[in-house]
């Protein structure tokens, strides 16, 4: 069965630091979605590529935040400088066009100390 | 935004007992997807259910969209039924599926 690929899977991090993680989607699927779920929550969007562009980004805190899927597959989110509140589980999911069935990663949990 | 309410927010059975998760929402939706958190944080999907009623073995689901509500059902329940069952609630806007989740119910199975 086709998955979404994230790594790593565990980050620990000092405040200050820049972090990044990568996600590569299921082949075929051409919409990309990062999403950030605190513990106790739900997931919540940051950011959603079609193919290579920027469909909605309007939660990611752009000015420590970066995201990109420069050739329309695979996907990198950054984060510099860390502070202790991005400590979260982040989690990428693909779906096919028409915003279907969503398939999440295993996520990165970041700790930033 | 849409807002997500589900209930019960925890849940304790007993291993074989049967259960009846809620969701509503605020506003209509034609996306609706229902989630389970394994206790290892990973998210899988088990239903895309936009109206109507699907059922996977011990598994079933029914969207009402007209009257915003979707029930997830858990027959015979099992200790591996344990986590966190999300559901996740859109609305198609040009080319954006963004997923609105709930807070989750947390269902514990004891054997």
């Known amino acids: ?113 | 935004g849409i807002q997500v309410e589900q209930s019960p927010p925890d849940l304790i059975l007993q291993e074989g007992a049967n259960s009846t998760l809620r969701c509503n929402f605020s506003d209509s939706v034609n996306n609706l997807q229902w989630f389970h958190q394994n206790p290892w944080g990973q998210l899988i999907n088990l239903f895309y259910i936009p109206s109507g009623t699907k059922q996977n073995g011990r598994l079933s689901a029914t969207t009402v969209a007209t009257e915003r509500y979707s029930l997830l059902y858990i027959s015979s329940s099992q200790t591996t039924d344990s986590g966190v069952y999300f559901c996740a609630v859109g609305s198609s806007g040009g080319s954006n599926y963004k997923l609105t989740f709930g807070k989750g119910t947390l269902l514990t199975v004891n054997p």
């Open chain 1, 1 to 113: 069965e086709a998955e979404v690929a994230q790594s790593p899977r565990y980050k620990i991090t000092e405040k200050s630091q820049a972090v990044a993680f990568w996600c590569d989607p299921i082949s075929g699927h051409a919409t990309l979605y990062w999403y950030r779920q605190i513990l106790g929550q739900g997931p919540e969007l940051l950011v959603q590529f079609q193919d290579e562009s920027v469909v909605d980004d309007s939660q990611l805190p752009k000015d420590r935040f970066s995201a990109e899927r420069l050739k329309g597959v695979d996907s990198t989110l950054k984060i510099q400088p860390a502070e202790l509140g991005d400590s979260a589980m982040y989690l990428c999911a693909s779906s096919r066009t028409g915003g279907g069935g969503y398939t999440f990663g295993s996520g990165t949990r970041l700790t930033v100390v």
